[in-house]
């Protein structure tokens, strides 16, 4: 069974920055995207960004795009996410789990996702 740990979440200032971590274990990534999503109080759980782990392609969730960096390091099965120029908006809890299957409609990224939820890391950017 695959299985994945999110960490490095945290309370951060707005304008600040965090990095996110994912160390999946259970089986081999290679030959699946990786992605990174969110759920804020209330609302649905939304994309953010995802990679490929072997190709390097990297995909982001249009209102994120150049706030927000994913990079991967194979050896260590460990997928990050770098947040830059936080703001309060981007409370919630980030997840992290392999895609079986990405596509992109509408101005929105929509993925199947291969395992189950992770307990998530806690982001909170006070204003």
């Known amino acids: 069974q695959a299985h994945v740990t999110e960490s490095g979440g945290g309370v951060v200032q707005a304008g600040g920055s965090l990095r996110l971590s994912c160390a999946a274990s259970?089986?081999?990534?290679?030959?699946?995207?990786m992605g990174w999503f969110r759920q804020a109080p209330g609302k649905e759980r939304e994309f953010v960004a995802a990679?490929?782990?072997?190709?390097?392609?990297?995909y982001y969730a249009d209102s994120l795009k150049g706030r927000f960096t994913v990079s991967k390091h194979n050896a260590e099965n460990t997928v990050y996410l770098q947040m830059n120029g936080l703001k309060p908006e981007d409370t919630a809890v980030y997840y992290c789990?392999?895609?079986?299957?990405?596509?992109?409609?509408?101005?929105?990224?929509?993925?199947?996702?291969?395992?189950?939820w992770g307990q998530g890391t806690q982001v909170t950017v006070s204003s």
């Open positions: 789990n392999a895609i079986s299957h990405l596509s992109y409609f509408g101005g929105r990224h929509n993925a199947k996702v291969e395992d189950d």
């Open positions: 259970g089986r081999t990534f290679s030959g699946y995207v």
């Open positions: 990679i490929s782990w072997s190709g390097g392609n990297t």
